[in-house]
């Protein structure tokens, strides 16, 4: 948590932002397993976290645009839960902590709305993406469950994308911390990378380095063999000689930021010829965007320059042929490249996904295409000082993709069927994740650290 001065001048910024009526927030509350009592891992919503800084389950706030008010709801602990739970502070004194006045049980809230609603005042809520807070919003609200995301305040979407997209200090600082755990997950997977070990050994290791520094993994790790599945969760394979091992994880610390690495380990340690070339591409694909990211360049137009660097390298290999800015601009390359180049990220790996990514990686001036891989960009609009975001090429041969294209003559003139099918539908797949911070004058890296991310490095790395 914060000190409470950065979330009164949050709200204070929000408040600025929107017209009237009322903001309703609601934060998240435990989710079962198997049975009511046990419960997965707690985690607060985001942007409840973002304005109010409290991470209890069962909380939630209202803030009147029109008198000021901001309330935080939630219930006291009674007897029963100080048996089982311990004594917790009252919520009164929670809500002082964050700067907020007043506090009332939870039950109230829904008299607070209704009695909103009633004077026909506008109801701002966001677009909800736990079963639970459905309910909650369809009971409040009246809205059925297949409206309740067509019907969040776009004007509220707007105004916490605008304030949480760009980072202060203390944000950019516990992201750094994020990003040095995940720099620790990495490094020991790397080191306990070996022909016969079994990739969910793995997994286990980096999960165990998460929770023991930080909150949790960010996102389930991504860990395979089979790298040309973009989030593989099969971790069921040993090392074996000659192949690729994806992996692609970060860490998220206690107070909900996150990190967000992928680095692509040769099985044995060592590289073969075959893989080093695609590996130089990818390493040089990511190293441009390092170079070219500032404010004052869109993130598609980093992407595209990005595009044409993998285009070149793939003609270069025999895999693509013809012009590298027609190959681009037909969307060629993207057959080994399906994604975008990154996305925003903070207190979600996925920054506010929740929200709508057009209203995150796009805006009025800067639209999403609809072309197959540049369509899957997410965060395409014009850079600015604060962003953080994802640099995170990568190169994958998809048999069933190649063979679709292929049967269906798409792109066919730009591309080498024969040598695909001869050499490369065993390759699997190649990314190299970093995370970048947009300053006054260009990016940095996130974190102390970066890993290694040459051929040379990652197996000098590997043989230590
Ligand atoms: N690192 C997982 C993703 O960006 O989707
Ligand atoms: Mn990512």
């Known amino acids: 948590m914060f000190e409470k001065e950065i979330y009164v001048k949050r709200r204070a910024a929000l408040k600025s932002k929107m017209s009237n009526g009322i903001l309703l927030f609601l934060g998240t509350s435990e989710a079962s397993v198997n049975y009511p009592g046990n419960t997965y891992r707690y985690r607060q919503d985001s942007t409840f976290n973002y304005f109010f800084g409290l991470t ?41 902590s964050v700067g907020v006045g007043k506090s009332l049980p939870l039950s109230n809230l829904s008299e607070y709305v209704a009695k909103a609603l009633n004077q026909g005042r506008k109801v701002h809520y966001l677009p909800p993406y736990r079963y639970h807070n459905m309910i909650q919003l369809h009971k409040m609200l009246g809205i059925g469950f297949d409206d309740l995301k067509a019907g969040a305040s776009v004007e509220f979407i707007k105004a916490v994308v605008s304030l949480r997209l760009v980072k202060e ?21 790397m080191k306990m990378a070996k022909l016969g070990v079994l990739e969910q050994e793995l997994v286990g290791i980096m999960e165990g380095i998460a929770v023991s520094q930080g909150l949790m993994p960010s996102f389930p790790i991504i860990l395979s063999q089979n790298g040309e599945t973009l989030h593989n969760h099969s971790h069921h394979q040993y090392l074996t000689e000659g192949r690729l091992l994806v992996i692609d994880a970060g860490a998220e610390t206690n107070s909900n930021y996150c990190s967000d690495f992928t680095r692509t380990l040769p099985s044995s340690g060592k590289f073969t010829t075959q893989q080093k070339e695609i590996y130089d591409i990818v390493s040089a694909a990511n190293d441009l965007v390092i170079s070219i990211s500032r404010p004052g360049i869109t993130y598609t137009d980093v992407h595209l320059k990005m595009s044409r660097l993998i285009a070149q390298g793939l003609v270069n290999v025999g895999i693509l042929k013809g012009d590298v800015d027609e190959i ?128 040379e490095a990652v197996e000098a790395e590997m043989a230590m």
């Open 56 to 96: 209890d389950p069962d909380l939630a706030a209202i803030i009147d645009l029109d008198s000021d008010e901001e309330i935080i709801f939630g219930n006291d602990v009674d007897i029963d839960d100080i048996i089982w739970m311990g004594p917790q502070p009252f919520i009164k004194d929670k809500a002082a």
């Open 328 to 455: 681009v601009a037909e969307g060629a390359h993207a057959l080994f490249m399906p994604h975008g180049l990154g996305h925003n990220m903070g207190m979600d790996v996925h920054d506010m996904e929740d929200l709508g990514e057009n209203y995150v990686g796009y805006d009025d001036t800067y639209k999403r295409s609809t072309q197959f891989g540049l369509g899957s960009l997410r965060m395409g609009k014009m850079l600015e000082p604060g962003h953080v975001i994802t640099d995170e090429p990568g190169l994958y041969f998809i048999p069933a993709l190649i063979e679709k294209w292929k049967n269906e003559g798409i792109n066919t003139r730009f591309i080498n069927f024969p040598l695909l099918e001869e050499k490369y539908y065993n390759f699997g797949g190649i990314r190299i994740e970093d995370d970048i911070l947009i300053t006054e004058t260009g990016c940095r890296l996130l974190g102390s650290k970066r890993l290694p991310h040459t051929t």
């Open 169 to 189: 200090a203390c944000e950019i600082a516990e992201i750094d911390k994020a990003c040095d755990i995940g720099y620790a997950m990495h490094y020991t997977a």
